[in-house]
């Protein structure tokens, strides 16, 4: 079935270093959406990518889609404790209009003070 | 964003009884629901689409007559772990989307989840 392979499984940063987990998919992705999931939490909606090489930024996140919109990545400029959680990248499963979602396996994401 | 709500947060039950777990859109109406679980520090796994007024659509591999949901209403979603066994405990969540206008990006919004437990 359809999957969505993420790298790294971990990453353990100093404070102020940066950050950056990737997507990828053998298939031709219609878009792709980025989430957060914070220690005992639930997933968060962070943002959708839909165009071929889309860059988009929050603050100090930046996504990006790949050219052939088969890939994706997020890259956090100067990690804050804050940032701590586990990101993962859904893509959109063969359920069509019913909109379900396949996730990557995330990255957790921890920072040291 | 548009808030959902799950109901228990927690729940510790014996083996072999039933546990029934809701979803609800508090400010939105949700033709569809979605029910993942999620083993500890592993990822979220879709376990059926849930659909008002009809039956759910299960993924390959998940037990239709041991995960019993239900989706009674446009604001509720109910998901049965029956005859629970601890091979089952895990963390359970559900999802919607607002196609009322919030999901402006098709988005998910989802419940905090509910964490089982069997002994």
């Known amino acids: 079935g359809q999957q969505v392979m993420q790298i790294p499984q971990y990453q353990h940063v100093q404070e102020g270093e940066d950050f950056t987990t990737y997507c990828n998919s053998s298939t031709t992705l219609s878009n792709i959406q980025w989430y957060k999931q914070r220690p005992g939490g639930h997933p968060v909606f962070l943002i959708q990518?839909?165009?071929?090489?889309e860059v988009k930024k929050q603050k100090r996140l930046t996504f990006q889609f790949g050219e052939a919109k088969k890939n994706s990545s997020l890259h956090i400029t100067a990690t804050q404790t804050t940032d701590v959680g586990t990101y993962f990248c859904?893509?959109?499963?063969?359920?069509?209009?019913?909109?379900?979602?396949?996730f990557g396996k995330g990255t957790k994401l921890s920072v040291k003070p | 964003g548009a808030v959902v709500s799950q109901h228990p947060s927690w729940v510790i039950c014996k083996s072999g009884t039933s546990v029934k777990i809701e979803c609800r859109s508090l400010?939105?109406?949700?033709?569809?629901m979605f029910w993942y679980r999620q083993f500890p520090k592993q990822s979220l796994m879709l376990m059926a689409t849930?659909?008002?007024?009809?039956?759910?659509?299960?993924e390959q591999g998940v037990e239709k007559d041991k995960f019993l949901i239900n989706h009674a209403s446009l604001t509720l979603s109910t998901l049965t772990v029956t005859s629970a066994h601890p091979e089952d405990s895990s963390f359970y969540i559900c999802s919607a989307r607002d196609l009322g206008g919030r999901s402006s990006y098709n988005e998910q919004f989802f419940g905090p989840g509910t964490r089982l437990t069997v002994l």
């Open positions: 849930s659909n008002e007024g009809s039956k759910a659509t299960y």
């Open positions: 400010d939105f109406q949700a033709t569809t």
């Open positions: 990518l839909v165009k071929s090489g």
């Open positions: 859904a893509i959109r499963g063969s359920g069509g209009s019913q909109g379900n979602l396949i």
